[in-house]
Each structure stands twice: as C-alpha cells, then as structure tokens.
C-alpha cells in the first residue's frame, strides 16, 4: 500500500544544502556575469562555474550526469544560482561555457584563491615542486578498443579534437618502463610541496615540451606572488642548464632536478695531441673559433672538415674516404666541443640535502592523483579551451576546498577534496 509522504524530501538534505552555500559563499565569481552575453535568455556564468565545482566535489564524470543531479535537486540548483526551471539545464549551457570562455579569467579567479590562502599562512612557497600531467583528448584514436587508420600518426590529427596533439607517456607497469602514445594536452603545474597546494598551473597542446613552459611560470611565482623559494624540485624531463641557472641566479635557489642521465650517455669524440677532434677517416679536423651557443646556453669550440675547410689539405685528400653524408652535400662534417664548465658542478647530487628536498616533489604526483580523482585526466568536453578552463576549474575546486578548510579550523583536511564538505 502507498505510504504518502508527510515531509518533503528536500529536508533531509538541509544540512548539506547549507555546508555548501557557505562553501560556495566563499568564492568571488563575480567578473564572470560581467561578461556581456548574447543570443538566448542567459544564464549566470558564475551559476554554470559553481555547477561545474560541484560536479567535481561529486566526481560526476560527464556534464550529463551534472544537469540531472540538478534537476533532481532543486535545492541544490537555487543555492548555486540556477532561476527554478521545470525542465534540466540544457548540457550545451555548460559545454559552450567551457568552449567561450576566456581562460585568463578563471585564472584571475585561482589567483585570488591562491592569495587569499598565502595571506591565511596556508601557503608558504618555501619549496616548491614542478611537473606536468598528460591529459588524453576525447577522441576515438586514444581509445584502442576502435579501429582507427594511422591512429598515431601525426600527420592524421583526429577531426573530431584538432587542437590535440600527439605525444607520449610513461607507465611502469610490473615496474617496467613502457610508453604509451596519446593524442591531447598537458596540464602543466607548479605546486607548494608543504601544502601540497597547486600555484601556478596552466594547459596546452601535448607536444609543447615542459621545458618551454617552466620558466615564464616561476616567474609568475617571483614577480606575482612574491615568493622566494629555498629550493626548486623537478624530474629529469627538467634538467636544462637555462633553467638550473634561472633557479640559481634569478630565484636565488637550490635547483634540485634530477639528472637527466641521456645527456651524459653520448660518445665522446677521438681528440689529437692537439685537442682538436678526429673525424670518422682519421684526419685532425680545422678550428673555426669560439663560440656563445643561446640556445644550449653554453659556450662551444667548433671544429670543421678539413677538406672543406682548407684548400692545401683538400689538395692532398680531394675526397672523404667514408662519403660522409655531410661531405656529399657540400658542407662537410663538423664537431662541436663544449669549453665552459658545466652549471651542472653546483649541484651536490649525491648529498643527503639533495635528497631530502627531492623527495618532497611527490607532492606534485600526489596533487595529480586528487585532480585526476575528479575526472580531470578524462575530459568530457573536446578543444585545447575547453580543456584548458575543465582543468583550471579543477584547480579552483582544490584551492576552494582549501580556503575553505581554513575557514572553519580544519587544517588537516585542506586536501579532502570529495568528502570534507558532506562528512563536516
């Protein structure tokens, strides 16, 4: 027999209703509905970011499952600023939010997340921590189940994600090394390793290397936030004489990057009495000067074929007696040898200091496995936009909970991101 109900449901979840309005309470989203819009009767900007926050604090994996807990929870709905509807939010709402939205802006809201938390002590930038995270696109080609022409060649990027770009990762599975190819983004990111809070992050097409992105992004962390770090910690994808000087001369701090033992694996080149380099026939190859190499950061010593370099030794050896590939072209082959000293001497790698600083760059791995917890790593929104703003709204949602953790005397529990609020 029907029982019929004597409350309304929506009292149960009062107590939860009202942990997240003075949650959502917290977080200025105000330049969001200034943004002028047009064509349909709009719908708050900062309405659809507060949605989007909670669907992470949910983990709901996709923006379907978003406007049906929304619906479902009308309560719900007005505390995050939707108008009362009697049909579920549009799934286009949230996906052309995420695809024209300007990014800058969001980062605008993270920053101020991240100073309010630097001015609450919660944030100290002593040390600091570097990595980068692939992020696969939504695209048939990642998935290995599909069949796909050339799935992973660059040349054929997937139609449905142009923006994506192909790239490669590692997984060590039975604690081996294996790489993985994927179509898709990195999100790159500096976080402080006490906290084990995210600072500067940002998201772009997989195959721009982590060593373009480092530099412009610690100095946002000098000039912005006003940080002076003791020591700087990244893996060896880092190990670039340019940045360990930038970490040196400029920050002022202890680089702690691993070596990169590749750069250490190449041959060296057969050397005269002289000191100059022997080629691959045998003979003493002809200095052509010293040199400033910009892009290695570093000074060289060039050395050139000596049939192409001097007329008298080309009369007695007209030809190269490998045919060299270089010679047949015209130019001939050349050595170059490093001068300088190596930036690389000032590091105490084998110090217990060194260690113990470098293992606090877990923290980074850990911060990944928490944003990936809230479907980060599996966007449900295609485009580098898109992406991009999916995962600075992630960052929010960590920072938020954060501040928020602070608020209330939870120091503890800054970094529980799904179950602070509904356990408060």
């Not at 695809?99 to 993270?110: C, F, G, V």
């Not at 470098?358 to 898109?386: D, H, W």
């Amino acid at each position: 027999m029907f029982q019929p109900i004597l409350f309304d449901p929506e009292e149960l979840f009062k107590e939860p209703m009202e942990k997240y309005q003075r949650f959502f309470s917290l977080l200025d989203l105000s330049s969001l509905d200034n943004i002028f819009q047009t064509g349909r009767r709009p719908i708050s900007h900062a309405a659809i970011t507060k949605a989007l926050i909670f669907k992470n604090l949910r983990s709901l994996l996709t923006l379907s499952d978003l406007t049906v807990e929304l619906y479902e929870r009308p309560k719900l709905s007005y505390i995050l600023g939707f108008p009362t509807r009697t049909e579920p939010i549009p799934v286009e709402r949230f996906s052309v939010f995420l695809r024209t939205i300007d990014n800058a802006i969001l980062q605008q809201i993270r920053e101020t997340l991240v100073l309010h938390l630097i001015k609450r002590k919660v944030i100290s930038g002593k040390y600091l921590s570097v990595d980068a995270c692939p992020i696969k696109a939504n695209v048939k080609n990642n998935n290995l189940k599909t069949h796909v022409h050339n799935r992973f060649s660059k040349d054929h990027p997937p139609h449905s994600d142009p923006d994506a770009r192909l790239s490669v990762f590692s997984t060590f599975p039975d604690r081996k090394k294996k790489i993985e190819f994927f179509w898709g983004y990195r999100n790159h990111l500096i976080n402080d390793t006490v906290s084990e809070l995210p600072i500067v992050e940002c998201t772009l097409p997989a195959n721009v290397y982590e060593t373009n992105v480092i530099i412009p992004q610690l100095i946002i962390v000098k000039e912005h936030y006003r940080f002076h770090p003791k020591a700087v910690m990244a893996d060896s994808e880092y190990d670039s004489a340019t940045i360990i000087d930038f970490i040196l001369n400029t920050l002022h701090a202890k680089p702690r990057i691993a070596r990169n033992l590749r750069r250490d694996s190449g041959s060296q080149p057969t050397l005269s009495f002289s000191g100059a380099p022997v080629c691959i026939a045998g003979f003493e190859m002809i200095s052509r000067g010293i040199y400033w190499d910009p892009r290695q950061n570093r000074m060289r010593h060039k050395f050139y074929c000596p049939i192409r370099a001097s007329k008298k030794f080309a009369a007695l050896h007209p030809d190269c007696p490998w045919s060299h590939p270089q010679f047949e072209k015209g130019s001939g082959c050349y050595k170059n040898i490093r001068v300088d000293r190596d930036i690389r001497h000032l590091i105490d790698y084998d110090s217990q200091s060194f260690k113990k600083d470098f293992n606090r760059r877990s923290s980074s791995e850990r911060i990944f496995s928490r944003l990936l917890a809230i479907s980060m790593q599996e966007p449900s929104v295609k485009g580098l936009r898109a992406t991009a703003n999916l995962c600075t709204i992630s960052h929010i949602t960590v920072l938020a909970v954060a501040l928020f953790a602070s608020f209330v005397n939870e120091p503890k529990r800054i970094r529980f991101i799904k179950s602070f609020i509904p356990n408060l």
